[in-house]
Protein backbone atom coordinates (compact mmCIF):
# COMPACT_ATOMS: atom_id res chain seq x y z
CA UNK A 1 0.00 0.00 0.00
CA UNK A 2 2.92 2.51 0.72
CA UNK A 3 4.53 1.88 -2.43
CA UNK A 4 1.33 2.81 -4.21
CA UNK A 5 0.84 6.00 -2.31
CA UNK A 6 4.71 6.55 -2.90
CA UNK A 7 4.36 6.05 -6.81
CA UNK A 8 1.23 8.47 -6.92
CA UNK A 9 3.40 11.03 -5.33
CA UNK A 10 6.44 10.94 -7.70
CA UNK A 11 3.55 10.70 -10.84
CA UNK A 12 2.06 13.68 -9.44
CA UNK A 13 5.40 15.53 -8.75
CA UNK A 14 6.56 14.41 -12.26
CA UNK A 15 2.92 16.07 -13.99
CA UNK A 16 3.80 19.13 -11.84
CA UNK A 17 7.48 19.96 -13.33
CA UNK A 18 5.85 19.04 -16.80
CA UNK A 19 3.37 21.13 -16.63
CA UNK A 20 5.67 24.16 -15.67
CA UNK A 21 8.01 23.15 -17.97
CA UNK A 22 5.47 23.08 -20.97
CA UNK A 23 4.11 26.54 -19.94
CA UNK A 24 7.80 28.14 -20.09
CA UNK A 25 8.48 26.97 -23.14
CA UNK A 26 5.06 28.33 -24.15
CA UNK A 27 5.77 31.32 -22.85
CA UNK A 28 9.39 32.10 -24.15
CA UNK A 29 8.18 30.21 -27.60
CA UNK A 30 6.03 33.22 -28.11
CA UNK A 31 8.24 36.12 -26.67
CA UNK A 32 11.29 35.03 -29.06
CA UNK A 33 9.77 35.69 -32.08
CA UNK A 34 11.39 38.99 -33.77
CA UNK A 35 10.18 42.45 -33.57
CA UNK A 36 9.38 44.53 -36.89
CA UNK A 37 11.25 46.70 -37.83
CA UNK A 38 10.34 50.30 -36.85
CA UNK A 39 8.97 52.59 -39.17
CA UNK A 40 10.66 55.77 -40.37
CA UNK A 41 8.92 59.08 -38.82
CA UNK A 42 9.68 62.29 -40.37
CA UNK A 43 8.00 65.40 -39.62
CA UNK A 44 5.87 67.86 -41.54
CA UNK A 45 7.49 71.30 -42.16
CA UNK A 46 4.10 72.73 -41.82
CA UNK A 47 2.13 71.69 -39.48
CA UNK A 48 5.42 69.84 -37.10
CA UNK A 49 3.77 66.46 -36.77
CA UNK A 50 4.97 62.96 -37.10
CA UNK A 51 4.36 60.78 -39.41
CA UNK A 52 5.03 57.66 -41.30
CA UNK A 53 7.58 58.19 -43.80
CA UNK A 54 5.79 55.76 -46.69
CA UNK A 55 2.96 58.09 -46.19
CA UNK A 56 4.99 61.50 -46.29
CA UNK A 57 5.44 63.57 -49.54
CA UNK A 58 8.71 65.06 -50.18
CA UNK A 59 9.29 68.06 -51.80
CA UNK A 60 12.95 70.24 -51.80
CA UNK A 61 14.16 67.96 -48.70
CA UNK A 62 10.90 68.73 -46.72
CA UNK A 63 8.35 66.67 -45.58
CA UNK A 64 4.78 67.19 -45.46
CA UNK A 65 1.60 65.34 -44.54
CA UNK A 66 -0.70 66.12 -47.40
CA UNK A 67 -0.85 68.04 -50.48
CA UNK A 68 -2.49 70.77 -49.16
CA UNK A 69 0.20 71.54 -46.43
CA UNK A 70 2.63 70.85 -49.26
CA UNK A 71 1.42 73.57 -51.41
CA UNK A 72 0.39 76.00 -48.29
CA UNK A 73 3.90 75.91 -47.48
CA UNK A 74 5.29 76.41 -50.82
CA UNK A 75 3.35 79.17 -51.39
CA UNK A 76 4.43 80.68 -48.04
CA UNK A 77 7.79 80.39 -49.24
CA UNK A 78 7.38 81.83 -52.55
CA UNK A 79 5.59 84.95 -51.03
CA UNK A 80 9.10 85.30 -48.22
CA UNK A 81 11.43 85.03 -51.12
Same mark, same amino acid.
Given at each position: ?? =??F????????????L =??????????S?N? +???????????C /???????P?? %??????? /??Y?C?E %?? +?????????? /?
Amino acid at each position: MS =RLFLLLVIGWLVWIIL =RRWWRNQKYFSINN +EPLPMPTPMVRC /NYCKIYIPQK %HAIKSNN /NWYCCNE %HL +ETDSINQTKV /N
